[in-house]
């Protein structure tokens, strides 16, 4: 016995019940109902039959039951008055896909889902049947009208149905026959370094453009996008080089397309001399959470002046910063940040002389640790730090992050 076949015999074998083949009568008896809306009534019974073709099924099984003749007919079905549920929705399934077909247009998308903005009349015609007859085994009429549009997007289109992560919703609305469309964002997954100073991670009003602008607007013009939002693993001040690479993920909004050429981008991103990606790959939204979620050590190259000439025993010194350090929240971010205490743990720390009053650091230090203050104390609100061990005002003059240890 084929599949389906089986699935005609198990509802057949419901409605020999009394139960259910009254609760069919009476359905037909409510007001003309469409094979849709019939079936749906018993969607419950069996998952393997399409709703119209099980409610052809529940009205051929009444109409040969004894009691045929105080009931509509098979054959009266035909001439098919509007259906008192849905009013014929389920006969302009066709419609309506046209219409979603040409909505998609050429908007590239591998998958979609259907949306609908049900029609509250529907809904309540639909709950007043259930009400009369028993809705235990039906399925709610907007459930059916997406999976049915769906179906004839899918073979239209050739996009595949997603409900997880659908690239774009196809949102119809019942009650005024439109239909519009929620674009997905496109994101997109790399690593940057940043090759020059003054230069802020994302748009800032003071600043001509941003890693942000260098790195998304050509991804965006690419994608015909709207707009882009940029989500960095940590990041660096204005003023300091990413030498290291830096993970990142960008997010173009309403991108009409998704299949870039990335070795092109990369290319053109990078002919910038500002800016330097790599590995850029397609990503998704979990990815974000799980981006901001790393908390990688970072590695610095510090450049450090000195008010006073100091000698190489006194630099010696500077090995006790090793360990943890206390920060209060930096006077400079003190207007934009919580001022609280929090402690972080430099790794390693080794100097070089650059000059009398100069210093090179190397440091490996936790992600979160404020370097320029861990060199000049802030006013006494790190400790202890570079100025604190030297015994002399100190001031970084130079930073660069020459590595993000991500995945060590
Ligand atoms: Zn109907």
Redesign the pocket.
């Known amino acids: 016995m084929t599949e389906r076949a089986w699935r005609k015999t198990r509802l057949a074998d419901a409605l020999a019940r009394d139960d259910l083949r009254q609760r069919a009568r009476q359905a037909l008896a409510a007001g003309p ?2 094979d ?2 019939l079936g749906r009534l018993f969607a419950k019974v069996d998952t393997g039959l399409a709703n119209t073709d099980r409610g052809r099924l529940v009205r051929e099984a009444v109409a040969a039951s004894p009691s045929a003749q105080a009931c509509p007919s098979a054959e009266a079905s035909l001439s098919a008055p509007a ?1 008192h ?6 006969d302009t399934l066709d419609p309506w896909a046209v219409r979603a077909e040409a909505a998609l247009g050429s908007l590239e998308s591998e998958t979609f889902a259907v949306a609908s903005h049900a029609d509250p009349r529907i809904v309540r015609r639909e709950q007043a049947l259930w009400d009369d007859v028993g809705g235990d085994l039906a399925e709610p009429y907007k459930q059916h009208f997406n999976r049915s549009l769906g179906t004839r997007l899918w073979q239209a289109t050739g996009r595949e149905p997603d409900l997880a992560r659908p690239e774009v919703i196809v949102l119809v609305d019942h009650r005024t026959g439109g239909v519009t469309l929620r674009i997905e964002p496109l994101f997109l997954a790399g690593r940057y370094r940043k090759l020059v100073r003054g230069l802020p991670q994302c748009r800032w009003k003071a600043w001509p453009t941003s890693i942000q602008d260098i790195v998304g607007e050509p991804v965006r013009r690419a994608a015909d996008g709207d707009d882009t939002r940029f989500h960095g693993c940590g990041r660096e001040d204005t003023d300091v080089r990413c030498l290291g690479q830096r993970p990142f993920i960008l997010e173009v909004r309403r991108p009409k397309r998704r299949r870039l050429d990335w070795a092109a981008l990369a290319a053109e991103i990078n002919a910038t001399g500002q800016v330097e990606v790599d590995g850029l790959a397609p990503s998704a939204r979990a990815d974000v959470a799980r981006l901001k979620g790393l908390q990688p050590d970072k590695s610095y190259r510090a450049v450090v002046e000195l008010a006073e000439d100091v000698d190489d025993a006194a630099l010696g010194r500077l090995a006790d910063l090793v360990g943890v350090v206390r920060q209060r929240t930096p006077m400079r971010v003190l207007k934009r940040r919580p001022n609280r205490l929090r402690r972080r743990r430099v790794r390693n720390l080794e100097w070089k002389r650059l000059g009398p009053r100069l210093v090179e650091l190397t440091v490996r230090a936790q992600a979160g640790t404020y370097i320029k203050e861990l060199v000049s104390s802030d006013g006494g609100r790190t400790r202890p730090s570079v100025a604190e061990v030297l015994g002399t005002p100190a001031k970084c003059v130079e930073l660069d992050v020459t590595a993000i240890h991500v995945a060590e």
């Open positions: 109902l469409c849709a809306c259906c549920v849905c009013h014929n929705l389920f």
